[in-house]
C-alpha cells in the first residue's frame, strides 16, 4: 500500500482526500502547517508528498527547499489558480509535478500513480553505469555521480539525463520528454519540460557535460566541447 503525505492547512480537503485514498487503496496522512509536515516528510516511510503552496508558517516553497536538502520524495504542489509564477517557482525548486486548485481528485491520483510507476521502473531497471565526461549516470542503482560524489538530481532529472544519454548526441525532443515524464504531449506554452532541463543544466555543467537546446526541436547532450 502506497503511503501520501498532504501537507495542506484545508483540513475539509485533507480530509476529503484521505477518504478517497483510502478507496483506491492509499494510506494518507496530513500535517496542517509547514514546519509539521517538513518534520514528517522527512521522517521517511511516505511514497509521495501532496504540497500546498500556502501554508502558515512556512510556505511550501520553503517547505520544499529544505525537504530537497536531505529527501528526494516525489512531490506534487498545489498551486492556487494555477498562477504561472508558482508553478515555474515549483519546478525551480524540485518539484515532480503541480497541479492547480480547484482540481479533480482523479486527476491528482493519475498524476501520483504516474510518477510512482516512474519511480517503480527506473528502481526495477537493470543497466549498467554510463559514463559521459565526468558523469557516471548509473541507473539501476538511481545515482548519478561526478568524481565520485553523488550528484543531488530529482527523480524527474534522472529519467529526462537517462533519456538523453542514449545515445549522446541525439535530439531528444520535448513531447519524448513529456511523454515519458507525465505520459502526455507538451502543451502548447507549457514550459514545465524546460524548467526541468534547466535545473538539471545547471546541474551536469561541472562534469563537462551540455545540454543544449535545439529550438523548435527538443535537447541535445554533449561531452566537453562537442
Known amino acids: 500500500m502506497h503511503r501520501f503525505l498532504i501537507i495542506d492547512d484545508d483540513r475539509e480537503l485533507t480530509g476529503l482526500l484521505a ?45 520544499l527547499r529544505q525537504l530537497r536538502k536531505r ?18 517557482a515549483g519546478l525551480r525548486t524540485g518539484a515532480d509535478d503541480y497541479l492547480p ?11 501520483a500513480n504516474a ?15 554510463m559514463t ?5 549516470i548509473d541507473m539501476g542503482r538511481r545515482v548519478v555521480m561526478i568524481g ?16 538523453l544519454v542514449r545515445p549522446v548526441g541525439r535530439v531528444v525532443s520535448r513531447d519524448e520528454i513529456s511523454g515519458v515524464l507525465y505520459q502526455r504531449p507538451v502543451a502548447a506554452f507549457d514550459r514545465t ?8 543544466r545547471r546541474k551536469v555543467e ?10 523548435g526541436v527538443g535537447y541535445v547532450l554533449s561531452a566537453g566541447g562537442e
Do not use: C, W
Open 115 to 129: 510518477i510512482l510507476r516512474r519511480v517503480r521502473a527506473a528502481e526495477l531497471a537493470v543497466a549498467e553505469a
Open 101 to 111: 486548485k480547484p482540481f479533480d481528485a482523479d486527476e491528482l491520483l493519475a498524476r
Open 132 to 136: 559521459v565526461g565526468d558523469l557516471v
Open 148 to 163: 565520485g560524489e553523488a550528484l543531488d538530481v530529482t527523480a524527474l532529472e534522472l529519467e529526462i539525463l537517462d533519456l
Open 71 to 88: 529527501s528526494n520524495v516525489p512531490v506534487i504542489m498545489l498551486t492556487a489558480r494555477g498562477e504561472r509564477e508558482d508553478r515555474i
Open 206 to 215: 561541472r562534469g563537462g557535460v551540455r545540454i543544449r537546446g535545439v529550438r
Open 19 to 63: 477518504e478517497y485514498f483510502a478507496g483506491v487503496g492509499v494510506s494518507a496522512v496530513s500535517a496542517a502547517d509547514g514546519a509539521r509536515g517538513l518534520a514528517q516528510a522527512l521522517d521517511g516511510g511516505f511514497d509521495l508528498v501532496i504540497l500546498d503552496v500556502m501554508l502558515p508558517g512556512m510556505d511550501g516553497f520553503e517547505v
Open 193 to 200: 519540460v524546460d524548467v526541468h532541463v534547466s535545473r538539471l
